[in-house]
């Protein structure tokens, strides 16, 4: 499959616990973003990467949150002291160039307990 | 920032009949308005895209309008068929040279009665 791909594609943690996910996106696409999407919603951007460099962040992504993407290849995006406010899916996408088309990944659904 | 709205959020039409969904923008400097189409559990998936320089586009079934001055583009899906139910999902643009940050509507359930 050579499509974006995240792990876990589910993550069930209590309130106050960290968690991790993980993007991979297309072979050489440079372009990495991460979205978030609750339930009747669209997509809600919060971050990007140009290769290692991130580029811009939502003020949606608060202190607890933070993404990398160390080699310019797959991201994480970690949450520290999960809320239950931060339940919700977690949607990677990449693009090969500014003017390319976002392909998104199946996601990670988080449910804060 | 950007914001962009969605109507109708539900839509039901009967099969081979068309459909159209309808989304406004308020930043002029927007440039690039995708539709995604995402079905239940399954990850949002590109089905037309258009850039401001082009005041429609069309691809099969589908087609997407523009409307630069008015600040809305609208989805049309014509002989729809079973499959075409989903959600549907408009987005737009504010980079001049990319389309990094896109805004999403709230979508629209599309539903095709057999």
């Known amino acids: 499959d050579t499509g974006v791909s995240q792990d876990p594609r589910h993550k069930i943690t209590k309130r106050g616990q960290n968690v991790t996910f993980r993007c991979d996106p297309i072979s050489e696409h440079n372009r990495l973003y991460w979205y978030r999407q609750t339930l009747g919603q669209g997509p809600e951007f919060l971050t990007y990467?140009?290769?290692?460099?991130?580029?811009?962040k939502s003020r949606l992504l608060s202190d607890r949150f933070s993404a990398e993407r160390p080699k310019g290849s797959f991201s994480t995006l970690e949450i520290q002291r999960t809320e239950q406010g931060d339940s919700a899916m977690y949607l990677c996408a990449s693009s090969l160039a500014p003017l390319d088309t976002q392909y998104f990944g199946p996601g990670t659904r988080l449910t804060v307990l | 920032g950007e914001n962009v709205e969605q109507h109708p959020s539900t839509l039901s039409v009967q099969e081979g009949d068309s459909a159209v969904i309808k989304c406004t923008y308020s930043d002029s400097a927007s440039n690039y308005f995708p539709w995604y189409k995402q079905e239940l559990g399954k990850r949002p998936q590109l089905i037309i895209d258009i850039r401001s320089n082009v005041g429609e586009k069309k691809d099969q079934r589908i087609a997407v309008t523009l409307n630069k001055t008015a600040k809305h583009f609208s989805l049309h899906i014509t002989e729809t068929q079973p499959e075409d139910s989903a959600v549907y999902f408009c987005a737009a643009s504010d980079r001049d040279f990319g389309n990094e940050k896109l805004t999403f509507g709230t979508g629209t359930r599309l539903t095709i009665i057999p």
């Open positions: 990467f140009q290769n290692e460099a991130q580029l811009e």
